[in-house]
Each structure stands twice: as structure tokens, then as C-alpha cells.
């Protein structure tokens, strides 16, 4: 009878384990297959969509006037690098796109420059000019100028490059003078060939006067009754425009030459040593005399102007065409061969 129940009681206990341990393992928590389902992601919630305000029947703001200027000059990229006399034989874009942007100056954009409005009176602006320089400085005012502002380190600097003389550059001369009596203005590249150009651009565009000069280095003084209230409205490019197309620099024959005399002082040109080898970027101050000098005793010169760049060739052989003055007659592996012309040429013939 004990045996009975005993054997009951051990049947009934191994049952509860059976069932215990099938209920664990079956269970969610414990129930870990391989290559299990991943589970659903969870979808996210709609954003609901905001109905759109029809504004069709509000008024539209007007647009903003556009800006007005009583310069009295026309406006250009470059002021110092540009000749209005050449008038340019085509444009790479169209004449409407001006850099000013649509609608933003009372002037229209011609391709080239923006006209100044006939009734400007350059009389007028150069009494204001004189009114606002005041009485000439002394000698110590100008020596303690110069000693503030001529210096490397000075903060108030402008690099001018071989963009030359740029229409923005003088709204940064303004917003210097603002703080600063004078402004230290470091020339490079290309422009750097005619000071004297430089100098009169920065003076009759900005109002200053240049008080300090050596060799590339400049300081214009802004004036003794300079009033940053009432300084002229300069209206920004928003952007640079394309240059024009102008006629070829180049001829194939050579004015005054045939077509065997002008190749015969290109190969002459290629095989002399160079007079000048010139860096980018760098100070060519005495350029125009030493090609000068040279052309005494030479016909044809040559110019090193590796590095540079084909383009500031082009435009070193323009600058000097009109200085020296002189003929271009090859721009080659950044070499320039300049010829000194056919008057230059009589000349010589005469004195003998």
C-alpha cells in the first residue's frame, strides 16, 4: 500500500516537471530558434499635411526702388584696366545681365560699363572733393601719417591685383576711412606697370589723396572734413562680368613689315636672351624703362614670362604697346616678343 502511493506520488511529481519544463521552453521568453523572424518595424505616424494658405488674393509688396548713385562717372569692373577708347567688337554674354543685378541701379548696363546720367556735373564733384580734403597737411602731419600706415603689419591694407582698380574696391576704401584716416593700398601683378594710371583712379574715384608713395606701396588719406554720413552711395557688383571680346591684339604681318620681315624678327625674337624674366604676381615698376633703354640698341626684345600665365601675357603685352610704346608680335610658351616699330626704325635712319 505504501509502495502504492509512493509510486503515485513520484508519477505526479515527474509529471509537474514534465509540464514545468514544456512550459518554459515553449514560452516567448526562451524560445529562441535559429533563423528567427525579425519583427515588424514600427510604422510611423502620419504627420498630417497643413492646407495651404491660398495667397492669391493678398496684395503683393512692392519691390524694393532700385539704387541710385551721383557719381559722376561711368561705372566699371575695372577702372584702371580698361580703355574706353577701344570700343570691343563682340560680348560673351548678353547686354541685359548686368552685374548689378535686376532692377538694382537706376543705370543700364551698356556690356561694358553703366553710363553716368548727363546731368552729372564734374565740377561739381570736384569742388566737394576739394571741401572735403580741407587744408593741404603738414610736413609733420604727413610723416606721422605715413609712419601709422605704411608699414606690413598695418590692419587697414587693400591688395589690389590684376584686376587693377575694381568697382568694389572703392566701397572698401570708404568702409576703411570709416575708422581710419588713411588706408595702406599694396599693388601687384599687372597693374603695377603704370603707377602714375593707379594713382589717378584711386584719387578721382574715392575722393582721397595719395600722401605716400614708394614703389608699389600706397597711402591714401581720406581728408581733413571727411564725414563717413555723408559719404557717396556706391552701389556693389554682385558679381564680375565677362570681358568683351576686343580686336586681336596680334597681326599676322606686322605693320610697316611683309609677311617674310615679320617672321624673320619673330625667330630673331625667340633666339635672343631675355631682357627681364618676370614672376607672377610680382612688381614690374621698372619694366617699361628697361624696354626702353634696351630698344637704343635692339630692334626686337624678349620678355620671360614663364609661370605667369598666358593670359597676363596678353595683357603685360597690352599695357606695353601703349607705354613704351611698342609693337607685340608673338606671345609664345609665355614669351613675349616685343618689336619697337617702324618709327622708332626711321628714326634711327634719320640720325645716321
Same mark, same amino acid.
Do not use: H, Y
Given at each position: 500500500m505504501l509502495s502504492t502511493r509512493r509510486s503515485i506520488a513520484l508519477t505526479k511529481e515527474a509529471n509537474d516537471l514534465f509540464f514545468s519544463l514544456r512550459a518554459r521552453f515553449l514560452s516567448t521568453d526562451y524560445y529562441d530558434p535559429p533563423f528567427s523572424p525579425l519583427p515588424k518595424p514600427t510604422k510611423p505616424k502620419k504627420k498630417t499635411k497643413k492646407p495651404q494658405q491660398d495667397h492669391s488674393s493678398e496684395p503683393v509688396n512692392n519691390p524694393p526702388a532700385p539704387a541710385t548713385s551721383d557719381l559722376p562717372f561711368d561705372f566699371r569692373y575695372s577702372y584702371?584696366?580698361?580703355?574706353?577708347?577701344?570700343? !570691343?567688337? @563682340?560680348?560673351? =554674354?548678353? #547686354?541685359?545681365?548686368? !552685374?548689378?543685378? !535686376?532692377?538694382? $541701379?537706376?543705370?543700364?548696363?551698356? @556690356?561694358?560699363?553703366?553710363?553716368?546720367?548727363?546731368?552729372?556735373?564734374?565740377?561739381?564733384?570736384?569742388?566737394?572733393?576739394? #571741401?572735403? $580734403?580741407?587744408?593741404?597737411?603738414? =610736413? &609733420? &602731419?604727413?610723416? &606721422? $601719417?605715413? =609712419?601709422?600706415y605704411r608699414h606690413s603689419d598695418c590692419s587697414r591694407q587693400i591688395n589690389l591685383g590684376k584686376g587693377g582698380v575694381t568697382h568694389n574696391m572703392i566701397d572698401d576704401i570708404h568702409n576703411h576711412w570709416k575708422k581710419a584716416e588713411a588706408v595702406r593700398i599694396k599693388c601687384l601683378g599687372v597693374p603695377t606697370l603704370d603707377m602714375d594710371n593707379i594713382c589717378h583712379h584711386l584719387q578721382e574715384k574715392s575722393g582721397g589723396k595719395i600722401v605716400y608713395r614708394h614703389i608699389n606701396i600706397l597711402v591714401l588719406y581720406r581728408g581733413r572734413n571727411y564725414d563717413q554720413k555723408n559719404r557717396p552711395s556706391i552701389p556693389l557688383m554682385l558679381w564680375k562680368p565677362y570681358p568683351p571680346i576686343y580686336p586681336r591684339l596680334v597681326k599676322n604681318v606686322a605693320d610697316g613689315l611683309t609677311f617674310e620681315e615679320t617672321k624673320e624678327m619673330r625667330n630673331r625674337g625667340l633666339n635672343t636672351p631675355a631682357l627681364m624674366k618676370l614672376t607672377r604676381n610680382g612688381v614690374y615698376v621698372n619694366v617699361v624703362g628697361r624696354v626702353r633703354e634696351e630698344f637704343e640698341t635692339e630692334e626686337v626684345v624678349r620678355l620671360d614670362c614663364t609661370h605667369v600665365g598666358m593670359s597676363d601675357c596678353k595683357r603685360i603685352g597690352v599695357k606695353l604697346k601703349g607705354l613704351v610704346p611698342c609693337v607685340p608680335i608673338l606671345f609664345k610658351d609665355e614669351q613675349i616678343i616685343l618689336w619697337r616699330g617702324k618709327m622708332n626704325r626711321d628714326e634711327e635712319f634719320a640720325t645716321l
Open positions: 584702371s584696366e580698361t580703355n574706353p577708347a577701344i570700343e !570691343p567688337i @563682340g560680348f560673351r =554674354e548678353p #547686354k541685359r545681365f548686368s !552685374p548689378f543685378g !535686376p532692377g538694382r $541701379l537706376d543705370r543700364n548696363w551698356t @556690356g561694358t560699363c553703366a553710363p553716368a546720367s548727363q546731368e552729372s556735373d564734374q565740377s561739381q564733384w570736384a569742388e566737394e572733393r576739394d #571741401k572735403i $580734403l580741407g587744408e593741404a597737411l603738414t =610736413e &609733420e &602731419e604727413v610723416n &606721422e $601719417l605715413v =609712419e601709422r
